[in-house]
């Protein structure tokens, strides 16, 4: 609005005037600060922001040398070996011995094949972490998953001196999944129970419905995992200060890639352990229902 | 008098291949799969030289070990030859450790890549040890 005009001699409708300028000023100014005070508080945000983003690209830069370190190990240590294998063998070390020959080459091919599974593994997890893995879902049986397993982890059990229970629920629905990957995951939490198992020892296999899930169960009770240990298990290449067994076998891999494979299925997995009592894995995956797609 | 070597690795093929190349070489071997095997068998034997894995299943468990050894008068006069899987520098940034500056202060006397050669091997334990068994 404009301002009135004062006569020159009118004192009090110049003071009018100036004490609404005041007025206006003051309010301006106090907009003025809460203006400031609001950049003040989103800068203050944007700085709390900002630093988070620095720390976690920190963080996953450390992750990423972390983990080209590691696989530079994992995959050097057995080449090396079987470097080593083929130098003895060739340079001559072992002549006349075709049967010593005959053991480290045995052993030269298995190191050999757990590079591949290892590359495949990474392969798969990479996949998995870009989410350019094509998963094919069908509806699967829990039956057409386990039953394959089963002989091949008795077997694996008998010759850690375990004992395997199976407690699979009957006419369980389907779920929605891609069957190899689900094997996979499987083939890797039962193998885990039976390694980490004292011998003599139990790990009980069950799954069974839950609401809309179908909830697998494998519960050792083993070595276990200490606590503080626990919220590391899903990382690449970690593996517990007190998990035994041979280095070749358990890669570390195992369980980030599980981990992806049942995040994949839109699935959970859940890790309970107590230390020297041992471990419960539970994994929900959702059943299936007419008309789902791919994912 | 044959030497005695103590190898400690987590890797069976490694350990059994250095037997091999090492007993072929005159020297008389022994083997621990980790940091406290390696302790017991220095309860009763104590070796000319050791050589030690620096990542067995515990990361960075050869320095570990290293730096104990030469922390205990009974074995800091063991010399010890660290093996490396993947290379030297990057095996001891990790640690935060760099080998052109601290070599000298590191409690070691003599590193090795994997793979290691037979004749490699054999030369680096005859440098360290000072002469040679066969």
Partial sequence: ?295 | MSKKVLIVDDDPEFVETSEIILRAHGYETLSANNGDEAFKILKSEIPDIILLDIMMKTKGEGLWVSEKLKADKNFRGIPILMITAVNQDADMSKFHIDPSIDQEYLPVDGFLQKPIEPDELVQEIERIIGDKVS
Avoid at chain 1, 96 to 108: H, P, S
Avoid at chain 1, 149 to 169: C, F, G, K
């Fill in chain 1, 1 to 295: 609005m404009k301002a009135k005009k004062c006569e020159v001699k009118d004192s009090e409708c110049h003071l009018e005037r100036i004490r609404r300028w005041h007025s206006d000023l003051e309010s301006n100014i106090s907009s003025l600060i809460d203006v400031l005070k609001e950049i003040k508080e989103s800068s203050k945000v944007a700085t709390i922001e900002c630093s988070d983003y620095y720390s976690k690209t920190v963080e996953l830069t450390q992750a990423k040398t972390t983990f080209t370190f590691e696989i530079s190990h994992e995959l050097k240590a057995p080449i090396a070996s079987v470097y080593n294998i083929l130098n003895v063998i060739i340079d001559g070390y072992l002549e006349g011995n075709r049967e010593k020959q005959i053991d480290l080459l045995k052993r030269a091919r298995v190191r050999i094949r757990g590079i591949v599974k290892l590359l495949d593994d990474l392969l798969l997890l990479s996949q998995l972490v870009e989410g350019t893995k094509k998963i094919k879902m069908t509806a699967i049986d829990i039956e057409d998953i386990l039953t394959p397993l089963i002989d091949r982890m008795e077997e694996y059990a008998r010759e850690n001196n375990i004992s395997l229970s199976w407690n699979l629920a009957n006419n369980a629905p389907p779920i929605f999944g891609q069957l190899e990957l689900l094997e996979m995951v499987f083939s890797n939490i039962i193998s885990n129970g039976i390694k980490y198992s004292n011998p003599g020892g139990i790990v009980e296999v069950e799954a069974k419905r839950e609401d809309s899930y179908i909830i697998f169960l494998v519960r050792d009770h083993g070595i276990g995992i200490k606590r503080e240990e626990i919220p590391k298990i899903f990382d690449v290449f970690f593996r517990g200060k007190y998990a035994r067994g041979d280095t070749r076998e358990g890669m570390g891999l195992g369980l980030s890639l599980v981990k992806k494979i049942i995040d994949a299925h839109h699935g959970i997995i859940n890790i309970k352990s107590k230390f020297n009592k041992g471990t419960t894995v539970t994994i929900r995956l959702p059943e299936y229902k007419k008309g789902r797609k791919n994912v």
